[in-house]
């Protein structure tokens, strides 16, 4: 008898392993692209490496040609659009990094330097702009309206 109650317990216990709506894991947003060729479980187990890699070969060895691991690469497949069909930002909790990065408990770090949504504009594609708070370019413009004003205050 106790061994089938050891059985039952063992099973009750490995049935939620087994569940197809992954309780208690993010509901990550469905890409729009083809899979990664090498699967979708090596990117998100790689995708830091892969992009730290990439960015050193485009800022410090300044190959830009056949970079794979990009922002820009990730969000012509991985981006989500609200139900105005417009592109959510990082500060969106529906935002595709997000939705791992919060579960995990990490901050994705790429944001204060680069835009969290894609444009348009090729030129400006993925630098963060002033109206993005928590960018190194709203920082630059809030320092610059500081030093006005102490100039001002000291005239």
């Given at each position: 008898m106790?061994?089938?109650?050891?059985?039952?317990?063992?099973?009750?216990?490995?049935?939620?392993?087994?569940?197809?709506?992954?309780?208690?894991?993010?509901?990550v947003p469905k890409a729009t692209g083809e899979p990664h060729p090498e699967g979708n479980e090596y990117w998100r187990k790689n995708h830091m490496t892969l992009l730290l890699h990439d960015r050193d070969l485009t800022l410090r060895e300044g190959e830009r040609e056949d970079i794979r691991a990009?922002?820009?690469?990730?969000?012509?497949?991985?981006?989500?659009?609200?139900?105005?069909?417009?592109?959510?930002?990082?500060?969106?909790e529906r935002h595709f990094c997000r939705v791992c990065h919060d579960y995990a408990a990490v901050k994705p770090d790429c944001f204060t330097c680069h835009?969290?949504?894609?444009?348009?504009?090729?030129?400006?594609?993925?630098?963060?702009?002033?109206?993005?708070?928590?960018?190194?370019?709203?920082?630059?413009?809030?320092?610059?309206?500081l030093e006005a004003d102490e100039s001002e205050a000291s005239q």
């Open positions: 106790r061994l089938i109650l050891a059985f039952l317990v063992l099973l009750g216990l490995s049935l939620p392993l087994h569940a197809d709506d992954h309780e208690g894991l993010p509901a990009s922002l820009e690469s990730c969000f012509d497949c991985h981006t989500v659009k609200d139900e105005a069909g417009e592109a959510v930002t990082i500060e969106d835009r969290s949504t894609p444009s348009d504009n090729v030129a400006n594609r993925l630098m963060a702009t002033p109206e993005e708070p928590n960018s190194i370019a709203a920082y630059l413009e809030r320092l610059k309206a």
